[in-house]
Every structure is written in C-alpha cells, then in structure tokens.
C-alpha cells in the first residue's frame, strides 16, 4: 500500500518508529485512565494502518479523499458529495530540509511541518488526497499554498478578516465555490437531502465531543487534558460517525466516574488557549501535566472553537442549507479576525464554566496572529484577575526543561493562590 501511494519507505519507517515510545511516555504511563481510552489508543497506533486502508478502499470504489487544514472548510459539503474529509494539520518536526527547500526557515511551525510531510513524501494521508484545501487565515499559509500548489491539487477558500455583512457576503460565495468544486471533483450533485444528512453527521459528532468537553468540568475532572487532547486531535481523520459512536460510550464511563469522584490529579486547573495542537503535538499538556496540573480545557481550533457551535439543520432548501453552513462557520473566533472581541469573551466564559484557576497561552513561533492576540487576551484576563502564563515555542523538545521550570512557578503561584 505504501509504495502505492508514493511514500518514501525508508522515511516513513523511521517516523513510525517514534511513536511508539513518544506514546508510551506520554500516554500508557499515565494512571487511572478510562477504559473507553482504549479505542482512541487503537486508533493512534493504526494512525497509519487501518484508517489509510480505509481511504484506499473508498478511492478503489471511485470515492475521493479531501484534506483539509482549517476548520473553516466545511466538512458537510464534502460528505454530502460523497467524499471523505481528511484533516492535514501536522505537529511534528518532519521534512524540515525538504520543507526549507521551498520555505524560509523562520516559518510557523504548522506550515512548514505539513510541508515537510509533502515534500518528503512521508504522510499517507497526503498522498491519499484528490484535493487539498486551503483557507487565508495568515499570510505564511496563503503564500505556502501557492508553493503547495506546485505539488497537489490545491483549492484555496478566500477567509474574510472582518465580521461585516460585506465580509459575511464574501464567505458565503466563497461556499458556494467550494461546493461547486467538490460536485465538479466528485462527479456528484450535492441534493438537499444528502447536505442534510450530512450536517446532522457532523452535528453528531460535534455534540458527543461537547458532551465530552462540559464532563470536563466536574471536579476532580474524570479525564485527563492529554486524553481529551487526544480524542480532540483523533475527530479530524476519524470516522466521523464511528467516532461520535466511541466518545459517547467513553462518556458514559465518564459520567460514572463523575457520580463516583473519581478523576485524575488534584493541582491547579488550566485552561490552554492559543494555536493548533495537531497530532503529536502533546508537548504543552505533557508538561502541565507532569509538572502536577490538570489541563481542563482547550481554547483552540483543535478544541473547543471546532465544536462550539453547530449547523442549524432545519434549512428549508438548498440556500437556507448553504446559509447556515455559512453562518456556523463565520462564527468560529479565529486570531485571523479583527476585531477579534469573541475570543477573549469566550475564554473568560470557559475559564468560569471548567472551574479553571489560570491560563495558559499556547503561541507557536512565529505565529503573528495567535502571538500579537495574546495581547488582548491578557487585558481580558486580567480584568478578571485570571492569572496567564504566555508560552511561545515549538515542534521541537529542547526548551521543554525551561518550560517545565516555567510552568512550576506559575503552578506554584496558582496554587498559593487557591490554596492547593
């Protein structure tokens, strides 16, 4: 199958060679996790097994394959055309020479991982895609489609930076083009019917992992933040009903554990806000964690800004349908935005609703958007008097002793403070 796809073998076996014990220390050493974790454990490992066997099955059978590496592409249109959805977000220092061959090195982090997985021909996913879809949301993502678009087949959706009825015309011809791309790539008429089973597909699944979130707020919390991050992480290339399906059971043993007190650590709470956190990117809630927190929440596209809201599914007709679709998706608080006020209202809200006792800022280098946002999330907080700590790092694991000291200290102040 891989040397179908294109991959580099050697490459490839040398990535898959480090998950395996990455996962074990950050993972499987932890104690008193839910059995429900069990499935989300299969799926990492089969990260490149089982669910890329699946995407070649369904491309042999004349079904394409979409990825994606925002949340304001929307999914529904691809399902509803009889595609699959694919995210292509990468948290791995991979392909870096290959990625700096066409990229400046002092690039966000994201982008030029999920070059380097291209590039280096490592990533089955990538090279599944019939079609990969970009957004601008910044401007090393807009300029590194264009260099992307020299190796795949790229569709770039023009994402406004305001919220004006001006902007919000603009967003809805921009889903309008991108359905009449997916018909024309799959050869399928998206009908009203099949874009609204599709919504209430992608509704289930944004409700199980709310339903997991809002869990997150008994105290002790019955979850870890690494476990949750990684359901969180797992809903982008999962089956989406399949997976809905194993958040629901995980969250029935939830509940018990709740109606029990059983959960997990007894430190300070944390929320986390900021940048993306793609898989294996576990490297901020390892070491909050590890250092004797329990991370209670992500203020983050790979958290709660992908679950928040749903689609209103009660469209009378294809326009009603594609509005609403429209609408969800303008209402996700990207850094991208400005003025960007939604943001820091929602984190106080969640700050309050998971019983948080501080807040972590998450900024990839070189990520002006999220970077230049802290900013105005700390005048937010502050007023609150919420304490913050700012991280600003990357990929890589050579500040992860200094951030460790770091996070000890704001620990240790969270904890004078609320007397743990």
């Known amino acids: 199958m891989w040397e179908s796809l294109g991959l580099d073998l050697d490459a490839h076996d040398r990535l898959l060679s480090v998950i395996p014990p990455l996962y074990q220390d950050v993972y499987l050493n932890q104690k008193n996790r839910p059995k429900g974790m069990e499935y989300f454990d299969f799926a990492v490992m089969e990260i490149h097994g089982l669910r890329v066997q699946e995407l070649q099955e369904h491309k042999a059978n004349g079904g394409k394959v979409v990825g994606t590496f925002c949340l304001y592409v929307p999914e529904e249109l691809v399902l509803a055309a009889g595609g699959i959805c694919i995210g292509l977000c990468a948290g791995a220092d991979v392909g870096t020479a290959e990625a700096e061959s066409v990229l400046p090195k002092n690039i966000c982090p994201l982008i030029k991982s999920f070059m380097g997985f291209k590039m280096a021909k490592i990533c089955p996913y990538f090279e599944s895609c019939d079609l990969i879809v970009g957004e601008t949301t910044c401007d090393g993502k807009k300029k590194a489609f264009e260099v992307l678009g020299d190796f795949a087949n790229v569709h770039v959706m023009e994402v406004p930076q305001t919220k004006s009825e001006a902007a919000r015309a603009l967003w809805r011809s921009e889903v309008e083009k991108f359905k009449e791309k997916i018909e024309k790539l799959t050869g399928n008429a998206v009908t009203e019917s099949d874009l609204m089973a599709a919504v209430k597909k992608v509704n289930a699944r944004r409700r199980a992992l709310k339903r997991l979130a809002k869990l997150r707020s008994a105290d002790p ?3 870890s933040g690494k ?3 990684l359901v969180e992480q797992i809903s982008f290339y999962d089956d989406p009903v399949r997976f809905a399906e194993k958040v629901n059971e995980l969250c ?3 509940e018990e554990r709740v109606g029990a007190g059983i959960g997990v650590g007894g430190g300070p709470r944390i929320a986390v806000s900021g940048c993306p956190m793609a898989i294996p990117n576990w490297k901020m809630h390892h070491v909050l964690e590890s250092s004797g927190a329990v991370v209670v929440a992500e203020e983050a596209c790979i958290g709660e800004r992908s679950f928040r809201d749903a689609v209103d599914p009660n469209g009378s007709d294809m326009n009603a349908l594609l509005d609403a679709i429209a609408d969800r998706y303008l209402k996700i608080d990207c850094a991208c935005f400005t003025p960007n006020a939604e943001r820091p209202e929602h984190l106080r809200e969640l700050v309050k609703e998971r019983k948080a006792d501080g807040v972590v800022h998450y900024s990839l280098q070189f990520c002006d958007p999220y970077t ?13 008097g919420i304490p913050l700590l700012k991280i600003e790092t990357d990929y890589g694991q050579q500040d992860v002793g200094q951030l460790q000291t770091r996070v000890e200290a704001f620990l240790e102040r969270l904890g004078d403070r609320v007397g743990v």
Do not use: Q
């Open 252 to 254: 029935d043993e939830l």
């Open 227 to 229: 476990d949750a991050l």
């Open 221 to 223: 919390s019955p979850i």
């Open 372 to 384: 230049v946002e802290c900013y105005s999330i700390e005048k937010s907080l502050k007023r609150e």
